[in-house]
């Protein structure tokens, strides 16, 4: 089974930064896609970044230049740096991976780390 470990989170003031990492354990084969998710409050969840098995990134329009995610293959992790944090950033932090085995599609998610800004 594929678990999604997200560490990282806290209280931050606005203006500055967090390292979220998740580890992600058991096998998985094919193309995959690994990502960040959001979720404040009566908002829907939304995508903060994500990063395919090619290395491509993409953002949420939100992001702006303010977080980077990375990849440590031979740690099984995934990183999101977030810098110039601010109030709106608060939300639940959730850890995705999206894998293939020819036309089957998997999803696992983390169970999510807290991140607050406080103004």
């Known amino acids: 089974q594929v678990q999604l470990v997200e560490t990282g989170g806290g209280l931050v003031q606005a203006g500055g930064s967090l390292r979220l990492s998740c580890v992600i354990s058991g096998s998985f084969f094919g193309d995959y896609v690994m990502g960040w998710y959001r979720q404040a409050p009566g908002k829907e969840r939304e995508l903060v970044a994500d990063?395919?098995?090619?290395?491509?990134?993409k953002y949420g329009d939100f992001v702006k230049g303010r977080f980077t995610i990375s990849r440590d293959n031979a740690k099984n992790t995934v990183y999101l740096q977030m810098n110039s944090l601010k109030p709106e950033d608060t939300a639940v932090y959730v850890c995705?991976?999206?894998?293939?085995?020819?036309?089957?599609?998997?999803?696992?998610w983390g169970q999510g780390t807290q991140v607050t800004v406080s103004s």
């Open positions: 990063i395919s098995r090619r290395g491509s990134t």
């Open positions: 995705h991976l999206k894998s293939w085995a020819g036309p089957v599609q998997y999803e696992n």
